[in-house]
């Protein structure tokens, strides 16, 4: 079974994670919004999901155009299962 490893930022507002997903993308990061995972408490029902490679790249970002993120976790799938580890606090 093969394991998939992703970053996930959690974001205050839907129109952060709109917002957030605009300027990523046009900067050539590969970043889309999903819904915030039921495991992760936040504050809005959707979520940045994005490569690990872009994380500074996309925090860096976020902090430049003054859009606030609450947490980054670093999920890993295998199969069926998700498990979440948050790295740090927004």
Known sequence: ???SVYGVA???STRQAMEGEKLAKAA???V???PTPGKLDASCGFSLRYELVD???L????DEEGLAWVALYHACRQGLTVTYTKIREG
């Open 55 to 57: 994380e500074a790249a």
């Open 1 to 3: 079974m093969a394991e």
């Open 59 to 62: 925090t860096a970002l976020l």
């Open 10 to 12: 959690l974001v205050p």
């Open 32 to 34: 889309r919004i999903i």
């Open 28 to 30: 050539g990061l590969a």
